[in-house]
């Protein structure tokens, strides 16, 4: 699952970054509201961790200019202001949580989880599954029908952003992002190159069907 952080606070960004790594997030950060407008819209994340207060764009502009956009990333909103008021805007807005500074570890990591459950359908035990294809999270390899892939690190993330948004085409281009990165000095021919290797391993059940290439807009993870 892939987090974007967008808080100016170099030191909290860094500290929430670094909480989210220890729990097996790839997370990418953002200082500035248009850098984080940016990276949001790639539509390449499970969760926006997103402060209210940044420079050039605040939070609530951000959240606004992507519901408008009919981005549904799930965004949790991280506050310095306690009033009802400020609160209800930021959810009436299009946030989906928000958290008031200063706030328990325990509480963001649960709010973090509780929001990606709820946008990727993943259960309690970290597991998301579909046609027959199941991954889980606490031991980071995927499963067709109940035997293991062996998956390696760059093929379980793949086929996790598959399953999360399964029925959806994804692009290459946001593949690439998501798996790889903004600065990767890696060209975007790796995708085809990994989808490959999926199929390769999903080949022995069968399942290898379900990963479609759509012509001209790129692959999509669906039972024929």
């Not at 987090?3 to 200082?31: M, N, Q």
């Not at 408008?68 to 310095?80: E, R, S, Y």
């Not at 706030?103 to 259960?123: C, M």
């Amino acid at each position: 699952m892939r987090i974007l952080v967008v808080e100016d606070d170099s030191v909290l960004r860094e500290a929430v970054v670094s909480l989210l790594k220890e729990e097996h997030y790839l997370v990418d950060e953002a200082a500035t509201g248009d850098e984080g407008l940016y990276m949001a819209e790639q539509d390449i994340y499970d969760l926006i961790v997103l402060d209210i207060m940044l420079p050039e764009l605040s939070g609530l502009e951000i959240v606004k200019s992507l519901r408008n956009n009919g981005h549904t990333v799930p965004i949790l909103l991280l506050t310095a202001r306690d009033s009802v008021d400020d609160r209800v805007t930021g959810l009436e807005t299009g946030a989906d949580d928000y958290l008031v500074k200063p706030f328990a570890i325990r509480e963001l990591l649960a709010r973090v989880k509780a929001q990606i459950r709820r946008k990727s359908n993943q259960g309690l035990d970290g597991e998301l599954a579909y046609g027959g294809i199941s991954l889980n999270s606490r031991v980071r390899d995927g499963f067709a029908d109940g035997k293991p892939l062996g998956l390696s690190t760059k093929e379980y993330d793949l086929l996790e952003f598959l399953v999360a948004n399964h029925q959806q085409i994804v692009t290459r281009e946001q593949i690439f992002d998501r798996i790889w990165g903004f600065d990767s000095d890696t060209t975007i021919s790796i995708v085809d190159l990994y989808i490959h290797y999926l199929r390769k391993k999903l080949a022995p059940s069968g399942l290898d069907s379900h990963i479609q290439t759509i012509r001209g807009a790129g692959f999509m993870l669906k039972v024929k």
